[in-house]
């Protein structure tokens, strides 16, 4: 118990300085509108607040309020996104402000024994890495290095709704066949650069083809395949796919939805990074 409350503390000191901080990379608004759910609309998400904390049983809310079964669509308000990924000199920047988010001094609960495993100690990326997205971080280390900056992690809707955008000039197709030709790369290749993946709408970059992120609700949808949180075992993959999956939906969409669903927050993954979001500022703010 005495572990579990100084763990705590260290997250709610993180969170104290949080209105204090300006962000420090552009960001871009992505209006209002529907995301597409990728699972027929007898699946529901959690309404849990972005906590993966929060199991989703039976007993809670089936649907968000905003959700249109008809259309198997979510709406989505008006939100700013990281135009790109946290690089390695931003969470540098971070952890030389927030020690007990180093490798060698960031709690058993926050992160596993691979936690920034690229770096070479505590304030030493990869060489030739600053420039590159931070890879091996936990979701507990990427919601606080957010909150360092006044904001937070994207919920799944928000990312899923930037990420299907397309930049003018761009074609579905085209973003269909550079995700897939990523998924395909060795997972012993160094992480792409930045601002070489995908192009979206509103100048936003790269949310697929150079990392996968993490989301602030990215357990709470039970279309990934994971009933241990008390949920129907109605979209468990299988075959590559999710078996209660929406028509049309794309091998890749399987895949990072799947991907999600077998995380936990302590995890780190060589391929995982983040970025942040805000919620819409409104007039007088």
Not at 213 to 224: K, V
Request: hydrophobic fraction near 35%; glycine fraction near 8%.
């Amino acid at each position: 118990m005495k572990t579990l409350a100084m763990a705590c503390l260290l997250i709610a000191a993180v969170s104290s300085t949080a209105a204090e901080k300006t962000a420090p990379s552009p960001m871009a608004f992505v209006p209002a509108g529907d995301f597409a759910l990728p699972f027929r609309s007898s699946l529901s998400s959690g309404v849990n607040d972005g906590d993966p904390s929060v199991s989703l049983t039976p007993d809670r809310k089936p649907l968000p309020s905003n959700r249109d079964s008809t259309r198997n669509t979510l709406r989505v308000n008006g939100f700013w996104l990281d135009r790109y990924a946290v690089t390695n000199a931003d969470f540098l920047t971070f952890i030389r402000e927030q020690p007990s988010f180093r490798r060698s001094r960031i709690h058993i609960l926050f992160a596993d024994p691979g936690y920034l495993r690229a770096w070479s100690g505590d304030l030493q990326p990869r060489p030739g890495s600053l420039d590159a997205p931070v890879t091996s971080v936990s979701w507990h280390a990427a919601k606080a290095y957010c909150q360092m900056q006044g904001k937070r992690l994207p919920t799944t809707a928000e990312w899923e709704r930037a990420a299907a955008s397309l930049a003018p000039g761009r074609d579905s197709a085209t973003q269909e066949r550079t995700i897939l030709a990523w998924y395909a790369r060795s997972t012993q290749e160094e992480t792409p650069a930045i601002g070489t993946g995908t192009r979206h709408a509103y100048g936003i970059f790269d949310l697929h083809g150079v990392i996968w992120e993490w989301t602030a609700d990215f357990n709470s949808w039970n279309g990934g395949g994971v009933n241990k949180r008390g949920v129907r075992d109605e979209g468990l993959f299988c075959g590559g796919a999710p078996a209660n999956a929406a028509p049309n939906t794309s091998y890749a969409t399987y895949m990072r939805w799947g991907f999600r669903g077998s995380l936990k927050p302590d995890y780190t993954v060589a391929t995982l990074g983040f970025r942040c979001a805000r919620d819409e500022i409104q007039k007088g703010e």
